[in-house]
């Protein structure tokens, strides 16, 4: 890494900076009077911070100076939340494209088991999550899982989240513990225009559930002949 730099070759600004920080710090507890071993620590210490709070302004020249003084592009701070993790959060595209262009790790993981592809799927970046996707990104997710989350979107009403995880590969027909996709979901809390977004996105009309019931026989169940009609257009 970049912090094991030998003296001469560290600027003297950054040099006279990262001295001073160490000395700031009272670093004495490393039980050594070296300065370029306390600016060493500090710069550990400090560069996931850093790069973070670079990322989240989508500030690429604060990127740059960070990783030409030796922080780790892939490095997390005390969540593990990596610069990646950021940028992707906050739709940052380009500070994206950078991160990935210098070598970040596409599917590093924060303390959480969150990726950066998970951050930009929450954050509804349709751009960012291609990006993402096209660099290697995984969805490290059960089937399960992922209908849990596209039933909790669609009962939500969160259209834009849904066209994320599309974008990420998601069907519309991955289903819950009990088989129930998004249109059961979107059915069964009587809401025709998610209704018929599942369908413009490849809702199958004919899934059953863990019931043996179809989206529309919830509708012919509870009586909503609207969506009974919706469903056999």
């Known amino acids: 890494m970049g ?4 003296r ?4 003297d600004e950054i040099y006279r900076y990262w001295s001073a920080v160490a000395s700031s710090l009272r670093l ?4 050594t009077s070296n300065v370029r071993t306390e600016m060493k620590a500090c710069q550990l210490a400090l560069f996931p911070n850093l790069l973070n709070s670079s990322a989240v302004e989508e500030d690429i020249l604060g990127l740059e100076e960070h990783l030409r003084e030796g922080a780790d592009v892939s490095g997390g701070d005390e969540r593990g939340r990596t610069p990646l993790h950021v940028a992707a959060g906050e739709g940052h595209l380009n500070a994206v494209r950078f991160l990935l262009q210098q070598g970040a790790d596409v599917n590093a993981t924060d303390c959480e088991e969150e990726t950066p592809l998970r951050d930009a799927i929450r954050c509804k970046s349709l751009e960012v999550v291609e990006l993402l996707i096209s660099a290697g990104a995984r969805l490290e997710k059960s089937s399960e899982e992922l209908g849990v989350e596209m039933c909790c979107l669609a009962f939500l009403g969160d259209t834009e989240q849904m066209e994320a995880w599309k974008k990420a590969g998601v069907s519309f027909n991955v289903s819950d513990a009990h088989g129930r996709t998004p249109l059961h979901v979107a059915v069964c809390t009587n809401q025709p225009e998610m209704v018929m977004f599942c ?4 809702s199958d009309l004919e899934q059953r559930d863990r019931f043996n019931n179809r989206p529309v026989d919830d509708a012919q169940r509870l009586g909503l002949q609207h969506m009974v009609e919706l469903l056999s257009y």
Do not use: Q, T
């Open 3 to 6: 912090v094991c730099m030998s």
């Open 8 to 11: 001469k070759e560290i600027p």
């Open 28 to 31: 004495g507890w490393l039980g």
């Open 199 to 202: 369908v413009r996105n490849g």
